[in-house]
């Protein structure tokens, strides 16, 4: 079994960049994409049909383009051997495709267990294992969507939230991040679905955009504290906690919800923010430090850290699924050449 350089969980921006800037250090790096045998996707592939504005290189795509247009530059520079100090060596870029079920660490190497088919009820798993000196956390996180027309037995999650999903990342349908998608909905009004306190920054960060905004809590007491309402009341947001039965939409356009009382509501812009669950599960076990959502925590090197706060060896992360970073494409892109970098250098052996 070969061993690599660096492996790279997650094809995303942040990946796609901790590969190229580890591989530009002329190690061999494995990035393992969950892309082929999974509906899970990232925020940069759910902007489906909205055009990325604010993206360095790749402006004016959409997301599915964009993660092709990842997959294309990590595929320029394939894995090659060449001759360093009278030593051949591998370097480059190999992408797999498959699910990381298990992260272990053996005699200073890691091993990955990687389902490298579709998980379905009912069907064998088909297990590889990969191994490697430096791994690289990419993998983000899933955003959580409301509760509206989901078939919670169906076996895999594009199914049951297949019709969310087939409004999400629409000019008009879902959105989940207020300063990446704002914009489309000037003067407009906007649904913001949430509950609790948290969600009264949607609102203030949709002031930018529009003055009318109404929120709606699904079904859940509105959980805000006499304060946040009164902020609410003063600016004619008004909250409505009756819960919501189905969209109503044209094509991919949602258009408006119909609430379990019969009543219809009808919006220019829909804004989600539920919370969110980080794409870390193979790390169970590994005393990791990660914040009240489950994001890791790294130094200023992107290197995780442990629950004394003492650095894990081999372990790094970039982009959504570190704890304390916005949300955005560029950011992402430089965390994971920090990542990267910092990989590389963590298996540089000076003579």
Avoid at 10 to 38: C, D
Avoid at 186 to 202: R, T
Avoid at 290 to 308: I, N, P, R, S, T
């Amino acid at each position: 079994m070969d061993i690599c350089d660096v492996m790279v969980i997650g094809a995303g921006p942040a990946g796609a960049q901790a590969a190229i800037s580890a591989a530009h250090q002329m190690r061999h790096v494995l990035v393992l994409t969950a892309g082929e045998v999974s509906q899970r996707k990232g925020r940069a592939y759910w902007s489906k049909s909205v055009m990325l504005e604010d993206v360095p290189v790749f402006e004016g795509v959409t997301g599915p383009k964009f993660i092709r247009s990842l997959r294309d530059w990590m595929a320029s520079r394939a894995v090659r051997e060449v001759t360093v100090g009278g030593r051949r060596r591998k370097t480059g870029i190999e992408v797999k495709d498959g699910i990381v079920l298990r992260a272990t660490r053996s005699e200073g190497l890691i091993d990955l267990e990687v389902s490298v088919a579709p998980l379905r009820e009912g069907r064998p798993e088909r297990v590889e294992h990969v191994v490697g000196r430096t791994l690289v956390v990419a993998s983000g996180f899933e955003d959580v969507w409301p509760d509206i027309e989901v078939d919670e037995g169906a076996e895999r999650m594009y199914q049951r939230y297949r019709t969310v999903f087939r409004y999400a990342g629409n000019r008009k349908g879902w959105h989940v991040c207020i300063r990446c998608d704002g914009h489309l909905h000037l003067d407009e009004h906007l649904a913001v679905v949430g509950a609790g306190d948290y969600i009264y920054p949607v609102t203030v960060g949709a002031q930018d955009f529009t003055n009318r905004m109404t929120i709606l809590t699904n079904g859940r007491p509105h959980g805000m504290s006499s304060e946040v309402l009164e902020k609410l009341r003063r600016r004619g947001i008004e909250v409505i906690e009756e819960k919501v039965l189905a969209h109503i939409g044209k094509g991919t356009d949602l258009l408006g919800f119909r609430f379990v009382d019969g009543s219809e509501r009808f919006f220019d812009g829909f804004f989600v923010d539920e919370g969110l669950r980080a794409n870390v599960e193979y790390l169970d076990g590994w005393p990791l430090q990660k914040d009240g959502e489950g994001l890791l925590v790294v130094d200023e090197d992107g290197q995780a850290l442990d629950l004394e706060g003492q650095k894990v060896p081999g372990v790094f992360a970039a982009g959504d699924v570190v704890s304390g970073t916005r949300k955005l494409i560029a950011t992402a892109f430089a965390s994971g050449q920090n990542a990267g970098l910092s990989a590389s250098d963590a298996i540089r052996i000076w003579d």
